[in-house]
């Protein structure tokens, strides 16, 4: 079956500094890729995502590129703000049905 | 716009009780999932609908039930609650049946088993 896989967190940042998490996928053709994003207390939000290779979402200042060759769909923002923290989810498409598979999250701090 | 509604917020049970964790959408959503989430593990999908009548079962569905008689519902059913079970349930609904469509959640509900 299809999986996800993620950076190890947490990550701890100052802000303005650069953030990148990692993000590859195990799956059978080419899934559409997914980051999505969760404040404390809430849902998960949708944050960007990319349908086929060489797509690059972006949202918020955020960017990732789905990159077939490598199977990865890396989370980058080149300045992060203390609003930035947060749980982040990398997920891949399944066939149908909205079935997503999700890493198991990077959590994301920000200090002044 | 309401979107995915979950309710409690918070439940607390006794191993061995049960009872049903709400969602309803009100975005005429054909697909409705179940996900806990819990730390270090990401979001395991428990049951999914891809419409009213038909439900299937996710990564892990062991211990629970959900049944979709209307399009805007899909109640979770913990028929003999198991401290295994403490975790923050999220319901999630999308509107279309291709793989780019974007999942909507709820705010959680936080279920502690003692």
New interface residues.
Partial sequence: GNSVTQMEGPVTLSEEAFLTINCTYTATGYPSLFWYVQYPGEGLQLLLKATKADDKGSNKGFEATYRKETTSFHLEKGSVQVSDSAVYFCGGGGTSYGKLTFGQGTILTVHP | NAG?TQTPKFQVLKTGQSMTLQCAQDMNHE???W?RQDP??????IH?S?GAGITDQ?EVPNGYNVSRSTTEDFPLRLLSAAPSQTSVY?C???YG???????H????TRLTVT
């Fill in positions: 995915v697909y409705m999932s996900y270090g593990m990401g979001l395991r999908l999914y891809v996710g999220f999630a609904s999308s049946d291709r793989g780019d469509s974007p999942l959640f709820g705010n959680g």
